[in-house]
């Protein structure tokens, strides 16, 4: 059986690009460029609460960095190193090499070091700390969004939730259309170099991870400011367009979680910024509504009928 120390060594020890010190010491050792400020942020995942017991461990592996590189993302910064939380129930060595294939593909993708972590016994749960940089005050905060400013969005929504609801038998998927929401809720493509791109443009930004209306609510929030979307808007894959209206799609789309899209406020004099921004990385940003004075997000539907959002986000503890 293979010893605690033998199990990091083998499957989370990796040589570093960027860092003065990693696994093996007391501590790791950082240092970040001069003239940047440090962005950290964690997130954990449970079993039975984030993810099944029998899913795919590579993709749990990606989808445990993934969450946290999209964070970064959403703050505009540049993802530089990871730290990894294990609780295993026992050491199933064909469970940790599909996992750390899975986190190291993606950390090697986004140039990130694992630079340490903990490893012990106790029920599944993982989690991951990310660490990275952005250049001192150009950060993107969920506070700035101002009366008057352009509410965008990248990529589609509702993908994941989509997924989600056809694992519970809710909706039925078939052939591509449900690999593409499958692949879209267990290998997440966090928006790190849009969310650096946006820094300077972007007056608040959020990634999607409880869902439109709930996260962009935090914008309006911190904001002080409220926020009015077009239902018609709001971008979705081709697969739902001729079911666009079908209340669980509907919800999919406005409250659905598991998109890790960036949702983003701009001055509109700055929209031809972000839709060269667009073309030059490949990613649909799409305008979806606006911010005005008030509270709350408001959500129209063609004819300027508001739709009731009734399945808020994701809240652990309702
Ligand atoms: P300590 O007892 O001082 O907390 P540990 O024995 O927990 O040290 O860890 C030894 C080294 O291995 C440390 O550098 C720690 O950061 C690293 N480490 C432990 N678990 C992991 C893991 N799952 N992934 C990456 N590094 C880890
Ligand atoms: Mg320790």
């Not at 294939?101 to 990310?130: K, M, S, W, Y």
């Not at 966090?190 to 869902?211: H, K, W």
Request: with cysteine.
């Amino acid at each position: 059986m293979l010893s605690e120390f033998d199990l990091i060594a083998r499957y989370f020890t990796r040589p570093t690009r960027h860092t003065v010190l990693g696994v093996g010491d007391d501590a790791a050792l950082l240092a970040p460029a001069p003239g940047c400020e440090l962005v950290a942020s964690t997130d954990m995942l449970v079993e039975g609460v984030h993810f099944f017991p029998d899913v795919d461990p590579e993709s749990l592996g990606h989808k445990a960095l993934a969450v946290n590189l999209s964070d970064l993302a959403a703050m505009g910064a540049t993802p530089r190193w990871a730290m990894l939380s294990l609780a295993l129930p026992r050491v199933d060595e064909d469970w940790l090499a599909a996992f750390s294939r899975g986190f190291f593909a993606l950390a090697e993708h986004h140039q990130v070091d694992l630079v340490g972590g903990d490893t012990t016994r106790g029920p599944r749960n993982l989690c991951v700390q990310i660490m990275g940089e952005v250049k001192a005050g150009t950060a993107l905060r969920r506070d700035g969004a101002r009366a008057g400013d352009e509410v965008w969005v990248s990529g589609h929504l509702g993908d994941a939730a989509a997924a989600v609801a056809h694992q519970k038998g809710e909706l039925r998927l078939r052939g591509a259309g449900l690999a593409q929401c499958l692949a879209r809720l267990d290998r997440p493509q966090p928006r790190v170099a849009l969310g650096r791109a946006l820094a300077g443009i972007a007056t608040a930004a959020i990634d999607i991870s409880d869902g439109l209306v709930a996260d962009l609510g935090h914008i309006c929030t911190r904001s002080g400011v409220a926020a009015r979307i077009e239902f018609e808007r709001l971008p979705c894959s081709a697969e739902f367009m001729p079911m666009r209206n079908h209340a669980l799609v509907v919800w999919a789309i406005l409250s659905g979680g598991d998109d890790y899209e960036l949702c983003f406020t701009a001055p509109a004099a700055r929209a031809g910024e972000i839709l060269a921004l667009s073309g030059r990385l490949g990613i649909a940003l799409t305008r979806i509504g606006r911010i005005v004075a008030g509270s709350g997000v408001q959500v129209f539907g063609a004819g300027g009928k508001t739709i009731p959002v009734e399945r808020g986000g994701f809240d652990h503890f309702h």
